[in-house]
């Protein structure tokens, strides 16, 4: 047999092999075309004759030209979600280095998801987290393949909300203008909270100077409300959500000359005082309540500590940075109530310990700003130690 009968043979077996290779295995964890796994690098072209690799040939180099498509990447690379969320999947080609390519694909691209209990994908592109887990999210466009993987996790219940804070300042409103406003929920250390069950409930202190619409949903992390003006002058806009409660100062100013522009700016906050009285109300669970429910008593015999925070060489203004001095102490009454007198102005840590003797229970703290008043106080819970 002569070696050009060899050679036509060769040529003709090779579909045949290639078509032997795709055996529905199931899809790889990278990007790599079905046609070229094994030791072939991610995102390279299908494995084909090639006279590229044989330096005796004569044939013409038929190498890819740069930027061409050589595979195809999910973006983001990875995808943490809630359940219920949505978000949409991007699938982009690349070229053989793993950059974006400005060609496009030749086909039409699919998803799916190993896991249809996690997380669920139509065609549309719209991943959806179903329920707590992991999965792969598989994309594929002619030869090319990738994968990421999906993690539906199920969010920390925020603790409940203990303050709802307004922002600083006077709002400034123009007559017939509208703005956003929102109160934040927040717990005794000032973080993120969870409202109450009920809506937050607007009201002005003079409807014929400003109009409010309240939009929040109850159990929100934040009360939402647009305010307009209605006339020039000031009034008190006030939201409650149950026990919680607070208030800020509008000014509505009369609507502008025309080409002049209106006046939205915050009043900055008044200065810090020099010296103020902070005044502490220590809470910790009531007996016979379940974990740390809303029934809470006074903490009477916890010790409420002060530390001044002097800031760092760096001039941080972080309130965590810096050196901590104890400026005063004190112990709760029967009322769980403890004053610290005439303390000079800065920013503190307030500390609050259990009674002594209590070994189930958790210290808690929070930071202070400088205070704007003469006098300030803070509410601070003792949880049950889980």
């Known amino acids: 047999m002569t070696s050009r009968t060899l050679a036509r043979d060769a040529a003709a077996a090779l579909p045949l092999a290639l078509a032997a290779c795709d055996d529905g295995a199931p899809l790889p964890p990278e990007s790599t075309p079905v046609a070229a796994q094994g030791n072939t690098p991610p995102a390279t072209a299908p494995a084909r004759p090639d006279s590229a690799a044989r330096p005796d040939s004569t044939r013409p180099d038929t190498t890819r030209p740069a930027g061409a498509v050589a595979g195809i990447r999910i973006l983001p690379r990875a995808f943490v979600l809630a359940p219920g969320r949505v978000v949409r999947v991007d699938v982009q080609p690349v070229d053989a280095q793993g950059v974006p390519s400005l060609a496009l694909l030749a086909g039409p691209t699919t998803l799916r998801v190993d896991d249809a209990r996690v997380a669920t994908v139509d065609s549309g592109r719209a991943l959806t987290g179903v329920a707590a887990g992991t999965t792969w999210l598989h994309a594929a466009s002619g030869a090319w393949r990738d994968s990421v993987a999906v993690s539906v996790v199920v969010p920390a219940p925020l603790p409940a909300a203990t303050r709802l804070d307004l922002p600083d300042g006077t709002l400034n409103v123009v007559a017939g203008r509208g703005l956003w406003v929102g109160a934040r929920y927040v717990d005794a250390q000032g973080r993120p909270a969870k409202g109450p069950d009920a809506r937050a409930q607007w009201r002005t202190s003079d409807a014929a100077v400003l109009r409010v619409a309240d939009t929040s949903r109850a159990g929100d992390s934040i009360a939402v409300a647009v305010v307009t003006g209605v006339a020039a002058g000031t009034a008190t806009l006030y939201v409650e959500a149950g026990a919680l409660r607070d208030s800020m100062t509008v000014t509505v ?134």
Request: positive net charge; proline residues 11%; charged residues 15%.
């Open 253 to 386: 100013a009369a609507a502008p000359a025309p080409g002049q522009a209106p006046d939205t700016t915050r009043t900055p906050p008044p200065a810090p005082v020099a010296r103020f009285a902070l005044t502490a109300v220590v809470t910790m669970p009531a007996a016979g309540a379940v974990g740390d429910s809303a029934r809470t008593t006074a903490a009477a015999g916890a010790r409420v500590s002060a530390y001044r925070i002097t800031r760092d060489s760096s001039g941080a203004s972080r309130d965590t940075t810096g050196t901590q001095t104890l400026a005063a102490s004190g112990v709760a009454d029967a009322r769980g109530l403890v004053t610290l007198p005439d303390l000079p102005s800065g920013t503190y840590r307030i500390l609050a310990e259990p009674p002594e003797g209590n070994t189930t229970l958790l210290g808690a703290g929070t930071f202070l700003a400088p205070p704007v008043t003469a006098e300030t106080r803070v509410l601070l819970h003792l949880a049950r130690k889980p």
